[in-house]
């Protein structure tokens, strides 16, 4: 039901038949009904796009607070996990007999300004990942090295189990070039894959790209 505000010569909000009168902004307009039959079935490309969309939830459902922070200046108007969702959905699933997998090398925690390391690397020594970068130039010349902090994680390859996810969030300044991540409580065997990303630590929130660094098998820390 529509209700006239203001007397007779007033606004009009609501529904009256087809039509809904709406305000946005200060502005005043009408828009129909949408045509819904309501016990109609998805199509298959809806399908699709459905279990697309709650493959990549489960992907990012434990690295929340990872690409909250990665994407959090991504879009205007969209949080970094909605930011993160539409990315990696489109740039980073691919599809293999009806099945969906990541592509670990196009999968993003981050993205912002261009990388600020010209190489990085990685080893696993004594229940701990570590890993070691050289800062571009360019970067540091144009935005110092001292107030962008690491996120680097370590993202379980498929199959086994997300609480497994390991990692660290604004930790080593960029201009120490060494972050170490204790994999001491993961089992053994676990595949990780590795990524690299910087985060500025004044408060502005501005994130850089994250870059995949490769993958590794936990192996024992017993002697």
């Not at 006239?4 to 609501?14: A, E, L, Y």
């Not at 199509?43 to 690295?63: D, W, Y």
């Not at 050289?134 to 390859?157: S, W």
Request: proline share 4%.
């Amino acid at each position: 039901m529509a209700r006239v505000k203001n007397g007779v010569n007033g606004t009009v909000s609501g529904k009256v038949g087809s039509s809904v009168f709406c305000k946005w902004k200060d502005i005043y307009y009408v828009r129909s009904l949408p045509r819904i039959k309501k016990k109609r079935k998805p199509t298959l490309g809806q399908q699709k796009n459905q279990s697309k969309f709650a493959f990549m939830q489960e992907s990012l459902s434990s690295i929340v607070r990872f690409v909250r922070l990665g994407f959090m200046q991504y879009a205007p108007n969209r949080t970094g996990h909605n930011s993160a969702m539409s990315y990696n959905l489109r740039e980073s699933v691919i599809v293999e007999n009806g099945c969906y997998r990541l592509d670990y090398e196009k999968f993003a925690i981050s993205r912002g300004l261009p990388s600020p390391v010209s190489s990085a690397e990685f080893h696993q020594e004594s229940g701990h990942i570590i890993i070691r970068w050289n800062v571009d130039d360019v970067f540091r010349q144009k935005y110092g090295d001292r107030m962008f902090r690491c996120i680097a994680l370590l993202y379980p390859d498929n199959g086994v189990d997300p609480t497994h996810t390991a990692g660290v969030l604004q930790d080593s300044y960029l201009e120490y070039c060494e972050q170490i991540i204790s994999i001491e409580q993961a089992p053994q065997d676990i595949v990780y894959h590795i990524y690299l990303a910087f985060l500025a630590s004044d408060g502005s929130n501005i994130s850089t790209d994250s870059i995949y660094l490769g993958k590794t098998v936990t192996a024992s820390t017993q002697v």
